[in-house]
């Protein structure tokens, strides 16, 4: 059953950026790098760069990242949650792909708390990102 948000608030629809905002791609290369070798972790923030914007569901993009929702209270997504009432664009989320048959999640590289924040308003609204698909450097 899809969130309902409280009728007696006025609803404002995320506005979003076509494309990611210059900040954004190292902040996804502090947090890749906790996962990655560097090499690995140039060689994906560099695809982020030249991808695709693609359009996701909010929902799909928490489910698939095995992630939970951060709560309204959470400072950073009440931030991000300002700028929606402020008609504020957000910046799209960048994403490494997961794969199902190996039991990877999607890894969310930068933008967890914009997905957070738009899901509390509507978990069906769709988010521009950029996804790339990680694979293993061979030295």
Not at 14 to 36: E, V
Not at 53 to 62: F, G, N, P, Q, S
Not at 71 to 99: C, F, M, Q, T, Y
Not at 126 to 138: A, D, L, N, Q
Request: contains cysteine; charged residues 35%.
């Amino acid at each position: 059953m899809a969130k309902k948000k409280d009728k007696t608030e006025k609803k404002h629809d995320p506005r979003w950026k076509h494309d990611p905002d210059d900040h954004d791609y190292p902040a996804a290369k502090d947090y890749l790098a906790l996962l990655f070798e560097e090499k690995e972790v140039d060689t994906l923030v560099s695809k982020m760069k030249l991808a695709p914007t693609e359009y996701k569901h909010a929902k799909d993009v928490l489910r698939a990242s095995a992630l939970p929702e951060l709560p309204g209270s959470n400072r950073h997504v009440a931030s991000d949650l300002a700028k929606v009432r402020d008609n504020v664009e957000l910046s799209p989320i960048l994403l490494v792909r997961g794969d199902a048959m190996t039991g990877v999640a999607l890894v969310i590289a930068d933008g967890y708390h914009r997905i957070c924040a738009v899901y509390e308003i509507d978990e069906n609204v769709e988010v521009p990102c950029r996804i790339v698909s990680f694979s293993r450097i061979r030295r």
